[in-house]
């Protein structure tokens, strides 16, 4: 199962990937400005128990800090404890993501080492400027598992010199959603499974994104078909085992 965690909400627009963050829009609706960074009600989630033990149960995925950046620098008087908590938590698997891989390295705690086995931490490469900026920082640090995340894919990016040597394990593509989406081509996606097929590591069709071209046509895609078409197109690749 998969639960989500958000011990802090807000965040800075950082990069190209920013302009049409969902979590500005949402905030935005309810007329809060998500540039405050505040510290959420429930940010001790993963040790609390109920009757029956934890309410997050062992093996439940827990996707980390998708209102905000666990690497967020207006985080860092918190991140020590979330640290603390997720250490505590080795029954689960934390899934951080990140776009904030540059200043990482100073935010890992004193016990990390080579990087906790149950911590997957993925980066978000937009186009080929952050693809080329994050990735070689990335692959340098001390982590266990690592995976990149190429959406919103704004561009083509060519991911084949850093996909070597079994850093990363699988490679997550697609499209943007919400008011204003910009397009999200085809060719661009295939191109990434092309390179994660030769390279041998997982990749993953996640949306279409409202816009989509394909063929030169672009396709006005509804939120609650952009999952469904992207599993329809059957280009998902398995990887090394």
């Keep these: 199962m998969s639960v989500t965690w958000n011990p802090w909400h807000g965040c800075k627009k950082y990069s190209e990937g920013c302009l049409n963050c969902y979590v500005f829009r949402i905030d935005g609706e309810h007329d809060i400005d998500s540039r405050v960074v505040k510290l959420n009600a429930r940010f001790d989630l993963p040790v609390k128990r109920g009757k029956g033990g934890y309410k997050i149960k ?7 800090c998708l209102s905000s950046d666990f690497f967020l620098e207006e985080a860092d008087e918190w991140r020590g404890r979330a640290w603390e908590i997720i250490a505590g938590r080795r029954d689960l698997i934390f899934i951080i993501i990140t776009k904030r891989i540059l200043r990482a390295a100073g935010c890992f705690p004193a016990d990390w080492g080579d990087g906790y086995e149950h911590v997957h931490i993925g980066v978000t490469c937009e186009n080929q400027r952050r693809a080329d900026e994050r990735l070689p920082v990335f692959l340098r640090l001390p ?6 995340v190429c959406e919103p894919l704004l561009e083509k990016i060519e991911l084949s010199p850093y996909l070597g040597g079994g850093g990363i394990e699988r490679v997550v593509a697609g499209g943007e959603s919400g008011p ?3 397009v999200c ?12 097929a030769g390279a041998d590591v997982a990749f993953n069709f996640r949306q279409t994104g409202a816009l989509f071209r394909k063929d030169g046509r672009i396709y006005r895609i509804p939120r609650k078909h952009q999952l469904e078409q992207a599993a329809r197109a ?7 085992e």
């Design 58 to 64: 062992p093996g439940d995925e827990v996707y980390t």
């Design 143 to 148: 982590i266990k598992h690592r995976f990149v």
């Design 185 to 196: 081509d085809w060719d661009w996606v295939v191109a990434l499974r092309h390179t994660c």
């Design 180 to 182: 204003g989406a910009r």
């Design 234 to 240: 059957g280009i998902d690749f398995a990887g090394r």
